[in-house]
């Protein structure tokens, strides 16, 4: 089945052998592939000639793996050490398959007790072992697979993308992989410990402190959801850091493909979202573990409270999921109809006003509670309209469709599949949009049909992308029959499973009972969730086969394909490029690596080679010619020989065990901390192992990240290229700026709460904790002392005095002992008067929100002394960045406490 091209839009059409990052100059000719009807990949699995794409080089010219020292792939040390973004994309995707079929396992014991209204000869479950596992399975589904699978090809691909060589860091994106790993380990010990989360995966209050849910594990399950947002911090400023700062000369951000797009729009969401999330998973860490009272029955707005809180996080959480799948889709779309999506400026911008708007209407999941019907109606509004750019969005891949040749592989039918249910999600979401009928529909299956409609329609097209870039991943191709056999099974046994739901939407929603009259639509859809289940037992055997003896790939197995990580080798070297990439004349080239040029010749602009200050890879000056693509769709070759493989220090290290041993040590550490109740540990044996636990996790972690910290590393170098709006600036100066919009958001959620409780409370009607505001006003005069200080210790460096940068990071560190010895004296003044963290909430406010800001100062005087250390030896006297990326953190967690000072002070 294809459609005619149209001719009054040729500029969208492909027939230029050259490589353009968003295919704006691609149109499609008349080719083999068209005639012979291969399904859009070529047999000879070579690179498609008359396409958009050439191979830049051969593989001979890349480095050696073994030669240059890494751990081989057949090696399980490769996985434990390895930094490089590729390794680390895979581990994601694999890990993160695992939790699929562990949530699927817990969905199938949901699906068999429904299978009739509960009776005691029906019942799988027991009641609270029913609400453990519908608890469990929406958080293992929504946080430890769908966006960790996403990032997975997220880690994979956007570097390729990008043109860039790694990500700006190299082991903070190994240490969130295994933060992630741990955090689902974490979980999983947590049914061993009396009984996971049986709260939702909503966790609504106060059903989420101790008073519902005694027991230990269900603390380890919110502890592990911290470790997760941990994972996902760090994930994000990595991220965020590459995409603004390592995109290839001539990659603007106009230019850059949709994946990476809608990767780069995800990521600015979790950053602030998962920021929320984090500060209400702390908030409730301390009602479980310490005993505050912020969501305790007594509270006056604890409910409230957290759903502010949650939602704030859960309704971007929603596209957070989704844009990953719809980057997927237009990447797809493009590749098997031969063009690019129709209004592609468009599309972006509709992808942008989305993740705005994303922001504005967590609301709407509280049109049940008391609020005002004029702020129900405002998020209403906000509610409706954000659907509008998906309008946009959704018409333009259909357009692309028509106006493109459509080539059915497995990757198109899943992607084309997602449209199709998320054309159903959405439009069913519109109704819960509108006040009146979220009052009936609130609460039913309903929600739980049009939630699964989205949320797994994104995952359809993810599964779409796990086939699309299996080739590049593996070098072998999968069995096509295999795979859409499997996406007709899949296919069927969705619609089976959720379309049903909408029919006995009556059903209350996380209730294992339900009305006899609905069995038969419950029973079509437990029937549904085994072939949805099954299906992925062709996909398992298929990918697995194939990735041993299915059949080679060259670099490109997919006609018109136009992204840059079709121009590498299947799979990519370690080093990802021969040379430079460079779009500088609007297609991708690549600049030489040496002084030689590929015939052994010298440069071609005369120019010398100039080493890498890092110990990275040799390079020549920036006048240098760029390589030529040859006029026959063949392989072009770069004008410069790769670098040295037998010279380690020549390489970015790619190797590093320390981001696995700072993961091992966080998880017992949060195993640990998952004992206390009421700040003590419990009595007995099991009390001595949770108290053994912290120390042992708490002193691994430290030490790992001491040691991670002095270990020589080389990452990537940073070279010129397209870095909007960061032009000119370190990656760690961008990355500290980047960690510091996180912690505004953070910060932000622990002053909203004081408010909010504050104006439930009665704001006149609340009295300050500290009576005395003269320990705070000392403390203010210590910090702000503490920060000149530090500007001290820049000019010293600047200066290249060693004895002044010491003498000034010393009375750094001193002044910031001063605040922490200050206000341990205050607390002990006000826990001696009777006040504690579980007096009352007045108490709990002021106790968590300034000991959130001491443990940042905590960890600010750890790293001062790191970098004492390292000026006593004479550092930063030539480079003094380490100084004044600290610096930015030092004077932020100053500013936080000239607004802490007067809030819990003065007002």
């Known amino acids: 089945m294809s459609h005619d091209d149209r001719t009054d839009d040729t500029d ?23 005639r012979r009807g291969d399904g859009g990949h070529r047999s000879d699995g070579g690179t498609a000639v008359g396409s958009e794409l ?4 051969t593989t001979d010219d890349y480095p050696a793996e073994e030669e240059s020292g890494f751990p081989g792939m057949g090696t399980i040390r490769r996985w434990f050490v390895t930094t490089n973004h590729k390794d680390v994309g895979i581990l994601y995707i694999v890990t993160s398959l695992f939790f699929l079929v562990l949530g699927g396992v817990l969905a199938w014991l949901l699906r068999v007790q429904l299978w009739a209204p509960r009776t005691p000869t029906t019942t799988v479950l027991e009641p609270l072992a029913y609400n453990q596992a519908v608890s469990a399975h929406g958080l293992i589904m929504v946080f430890w697979f769908l966006s960790p699978f996403a990032f997975g090809f997220a880690n994979y691909v956007v570097p390729l993308q990008i043109g860039a060589k790694d990500l700006a860091f190299p082991r903070l994106n190994a240490l969130s992989y295994w933060l992630y790993l741990f955090s689902g380990i974490l979980f999983g010990v947590s049914f061993f410990q009396g009984g996971t989360f049986a709260g939702g995966w909503t966790m609504y209050a106060p059903l989420n402190v101790p008073t519902f849910t005694p027991d230990v594990g269900a603390s380890t399950a919110v502890l592990a959801l911290v470790l997760f947002v941990a994972s996902v911090t760090v994930s994000s400023v990595n ?34 979202a998962f920021a929320a999330l984090l500060a209400a998973l702390i908030i409730l860490s301390s009602d479980r573990l310490l005993g505050t009272t912020y969501f305790a029955l007594e509270s006056p707005a604890g409910s409230m409270l957290w759903a502010h809180l949650f939602w704030f996080f859960g309704h971007p959480e929603v596209y957070i999921v989704f844009f990953p799948a719809l980057g997927v889709m237009a990447e797809v779309f493009q590749t098997f109809t031969g063009r690019r999506i129709v ?34 109606t ?15 969005m959704v018409f333009a891949l259909i357009y692309t469709m028509l106006k493109g040749k459509i080539r059915f592989t497995t990757p198109f039918l899943f992607v084309f599949g997602a449209l199709l249910l998320f054309i159903i999600g959405g439009i069913t979401g519109v109704f819960l949009g509108a006040i009146v009928l979220d009052y009936e529909f609130r609460g039913t299956y309903w929600v739980v049909a049009h939630f699964h409609y989205v949320m797994v329609g994104g995952v359809t097209a993810l599964v779409g992308g796990l086939y699309y870039w299996f080739p590049k991943i593996t070098g072998r191709m999968y069995d096509e029959f295999l795979g859409k056999l499997h996406f007709g099974i899949y296919f069927v046994g969705f619609n089976l499973l959720y379309f049903p739901l909408f029919v006995a939407w009556e059903t209350p929603r996380r209730v294992f009972d339900y009305s006899a009259g609905l069995q038969i639509w419950h029973q079509l859809a437990t029937v549904g969730a085994f072939v949805l289940g099954l299906s992925f037992v062709v996909m398992f055997y298929n990918l697995t086969k194939s990735a041993f003896s299915g059949e080679p790939v060259g670099d490109c197995p997919w006609e018109f394909a136009t992204t840059a990580e079709w121009a590498v080798p299947s799979p990519p070297p370690l080093e990802n490029f021969p040379g430079l990439p460079t779009y500088r004349d609007g297609s991708l080239r690549f ?14 602009d005369g120019g010398e080679a100039e080493a890498a200050t890092d110990g990275g890879e040799t390079t020549t000056d920036e006048s240098r010619a760029s390589s030529d693509v040859r006029s026959d769709g063949g392989v072009a070759t770069a004008t410069a020989t790769p670098p040295d493989a037998h010279h380690d220090e020549e390489h970015a290290s790619h190797a590093s065990i320390w981001p696995f041993v700072v993961g091992l040590g966080v998880f017992f550490l949060f195993f640990g901390l998952s004992g206390l109740r009421d700040a003590a540990f419990p009595e007995g044996a099991m009390g001595s192992v949770y108290l053994g636990a912290t120390v042992l996790g708490g002193t691994v972690t430290l030490g790992s990240l001491v040691f991670m910290a002095l270990e020589p590393f080389h990452g990537p170098e940073l070279v010129e290229g397209e870095a909007w709006p960061f032009g000119g600036l370190e990656y760690g100066k961008v990355g500290m700026w980047i960690f510091l919009a996180s912690d505004v958001v953070l910060f932000g959620g622990f002053v909203g709460a004081y408010v909010f409780t504050r104006v439930a409370f009665g704001w006149t009607a609340w009295e300050p904790i500290p009576s005395n505001p003269v320990p705070g006003l000392v403390n203010t005069y210590l910090l702000l002392t503490s920060s000149f200080t530090v500007v001290l210790a820049l000019v010293a460096a600047e200066k290249r005095s060693r004895w002044g940068v010491v003498a000034s990071l010393v009375t750094t560190f001193v002044l910031g002992v001063g605040f922490l010895v200050n206000k341990g004296i205050e607390w002990n003044h006000l826990f001696h008067e009777g006040l504690g963290l579980s007096t009352n909430i007045r108490a709990s406010t002021f106790f968590l929100t300034t000991g959130l800001h001491a443990a940042h100062v905590v960890v600010g005087l750890i790293v001062t002394l790191y970098l004492v250390a390292r000026a006593w030896r004479g550092a930063y006297l030539d480079d003094a960045s380490s100084v004044e990326y600290f610096g930015l953190y030092w004077h932020f967690v100053d500013i936080v406490w000239l607004f802490l000072f007067p809030l819990f002070y003065i007002l």
């Not at 965020?240 to 600015?268: D, Q, Y």
């Not at 468009?346 to 992808?351: K, Y």
């Not at 002084?595 to 010298?602: E, L, T, V, W, Y």
């Open 591 to 604: 600049r030489g690596e040496s002084s030689a040029s590929a015939d052994g010749g010298a440069a071609t």
């Open 12 to 34: 969208d059409r492909r027939t230029d052998t050259k490589y353009h990052p968003d295919g704006d100059d691609a149109t499609e000719p008349a080719s083999d592939a068209d």
């Open 378 to 392: 405002l998020f209403m509004i906000t509610t409706i309209g954000i659907s509008l750019p998906f309008d946009l």
């Open 343 to 376: 209004g592609r400026k468009w599309f972006i911008a509709a992808m942008v006003l989305v993740a705005l708007q994303s922001f504005v209407v967590w609301m709407h999941h509280m049109f049940l509670t008391t609020i005002n019907l004029q702020i129900k």
């Open 54 to 57: 050439t191979v830049p080089a």
């Open 239 to 272: 991220f965020l850091t590459s995409m603004h700062t390592m995109r290839a000369e001539g990659l603007t951000l106009r230019r850059l493909p949709l994946f990476t797009w809608s990767i780069l729009l995800t990521v600015w969401m979790m950053l602030f």
